[in-house]
C-alpha cells in the first residue's frame, strides 16, 4: 500500500510499557506495524513510552503494548507494576485497548509463580494466574479466533514460555489451539480476552504476521 499524504487529524495515542525491559522476540514490531499503517492512513501517532517509576494517567491512551521478557526483568516490572496497577485496572475499565504478550500478558493477571523462586505479584487486570513448569512450550502455534466483527480468523505466532495460565471466571480465552500448546497444554485455548483487554503468548511479532 502507498503512504497516504492525507492527514485526517485522527491521533492514535499509545503507552508502550517498559520498552526497553520487555521487548523480546520481536515483540517491538508490534509497535512498528501499528505506527506504518496509521501513516499509509494519515493517522497520527503519539507514543509515550512507560519506564520504572513512572505512573502515568493510563486512561489517557487509546492503546497500551505490554510485551514478554525473561524472569530476571519480570522481576523488576512486577515490584514497579503494584504502582500502576490501580490506573492500570481503571484504563481496562474504561475500555483502553491492552494488547500484552507472554511476561506482559502474565503481569496483567493476579501472579505468576515462577518454578523456582518467589510468587511474582501482577496487575489484576485479568482474572487469571500463571504458574511456571520445569519444560518450556517452545513451538510454532495456530489458532482459531472468533471476532463479532471479523468473523473466524487463524492467528499464528511463536510460543516460548514455561508459564501454564490458568482462568477464574473473569475472561475468555482469545482462542482454540489448533496447533501448539496454549495457555498450558491441557485446556485446549490460547490467549485471554477481558473487555478491549487481549492477552497473548504468541510472539513473531504478532500483529504483522497476522496483518487481519
Known amino acids: 500500500m502507498s503512504e497516504n499524504k492525507k492527514d485526517t487529524g485522527m491521533v492514535l495515542k499509545i503507552g508502550h510499557l517498559y520498552p526497553t525491559l520487555l521487548s523480546v522476540a520481536a515483540d517491538r514490531g508490534n509497535l512498528f506495524s501499528i ?20 505512573t502515568p494517567d493510563f486512561t489517557k491512551y487509546d492503546l497500551i ?13 512486577s515490584r514497579d507494576v503494584q504502582h500502576k496497577a490501580s490506573s492500570l ?33 501482577g496487575a489484576d487486570v485479568l482474572d487469571l494466574h500463571t504458574e511456571g513448569g520445569n519444560t518450556r512450550f517452545m513451538t510454532h502455534i495456530a489458532l482459531e479466533c472468533h471476532f463479532e466483527e471479523l468473523g473466524t480468523k ?10 501454564r495460565t490458568y482462568f477464574g471466571s473473569k475472561v475468555q480465552p482469545l482462542g482454540k489451539v489448533l496447533s ?33
Not at 493517522?43 to 513510552?49: D, F, K, N, S, T
Request: proline fraction near 5%.
Open 89 to 121: 485496572r481503571e484504563a481496562a475499565e474504561d475500555n483502553v485497548v491492552f494488547f500484552s504478550v507472554c511476561a506482559g500478558y502474565q503481569l496483567l493477571g493476579h501472579y505468576y509463580k515462577p518454578f523456582e523462586g518467589p510468587e511474582l505479584k
Open 35 to 54: 505506527e506504518r499503517r496509521c501513516k499509509w492512513r494519515g493517522i497520527g501517532v503519539e507514543v509515550e513510552q512507560i519506564f520504572v517509576k513512572q
Open 154 to 163: 487463524v492467528l499464528v505466532g511463536y510460543e516460548n514460555h514455561s508459564g
Open 180 to 212: 501448539g500448546w496454549g495457555n498450558n497444554g491441557k485446556d485446549g485455548f490460547e490467549g485471554a480476552i477481558y473487555k478491549n483487554v487481549f492477552g497473548t503468548y504468541t510472539h513473531g511479532p504478532s500483529l504483522p504476521k497476522n496483518p487481519w
Open 65 to 77: 503494548l505490554f510485551h514478554g521478557g525473561a524472569d530476571r526483568e519480570m522481576e523488576i516490572a
